[in-house]
């Protein structure tokens, strides 16, 4: 997993023109039935991927917290929202609440989360490839492309499966 995820990056990279394109017209364009596809896609591909063995998005970045998560987790720790916040999160540039540093304070050294049951609804849905109007994400499944090597495998597969005009 090690050499993948190093080389994720630059591979994501030389494939971003070629996907940007593609989501251009996916777009413009979405097949009938897109989302059904990409629930395929997603389970296909997470039937050989175990998040367990890389746990990248939870090395490299922080997920959004929303109200709603920030009061579940909190409640799980028996604290105050207030003091959730003071503890683990700070607000971004784009004013929302996010974790203070990667890699997630919650990810222990087996890669397993220690809140898990409770995780952040972003963290529930990584990397987003089954979400419904999947083609409205595109500029978030790019990026995760990078990161998540299920995310890149199910845009490569997306790719020789829907055709687009």
């Known amino acids: 997993m090690e050499e993948i995820l190093k080389d994720l990056p630059k591979?994501?990279?030389?494939?971003?023109?070629?996907?940007?394109?593609?989501?251009a017209k996916l777009r413009k364009k979405p097949p009938k039935h897109l989302d059904i596809q990409m629930q395929e896609l997603?389970?296909?591909?997470?039937?050989?991927?175990?998040?367990?063995?890389?746990a990248n998005c939870c090395k490299t970045t922080g997920p959004l917290f929303t109200n709603k998560d920030i009061e579940r987790i909190a409640k799980h720790f028996r604290q105050k929202p207030v003091q959730f916040i003071e503890?683990?999160?700070?607000?971004?540039?784009?004013?929302?609440h996010v974790l203070k540093q990667v890699p997630?304070?919650?990810?222990?050294?087996?890669?397993?989360?220690?809140?898990?049951?409770?995780?952040?609804?972003a963290c529930r849905e990584y990397p987003h490839t089954d979400r419904k109007d999947f083609h409205k994400i595109s500029?978030?499944?790019?990026?995760?492309?990078?990161?998540?090597p299920a995310a890149y495998n199910i845009v490569e597969e997306m790719k020789r499966r829907i055709k687009l005009k």
């Open 139 to 148: 500029n978030i499944t790019l990026n995760n492309t990078a990161i998540c």
């Open 104 to 121: 997630c304070t919650f990810l222990g050294e087996d890669n397993y989360c220690s809140i898990y049951e409770v995780r952040p609804k």
């Open 11 to 23: 591979k994501a990279k030389d494939k971003h023109k070629e996907n940007k394109k593609f989501f």
């Open 42 to 54: 997603h389970e296909e591909e997470f039937k050989r991927t175990d998040c367990l063995t890389c």
């Open 87 to 96: 503890t683990y999160l700070r607000v971004d540039e784009d004013n929302d």
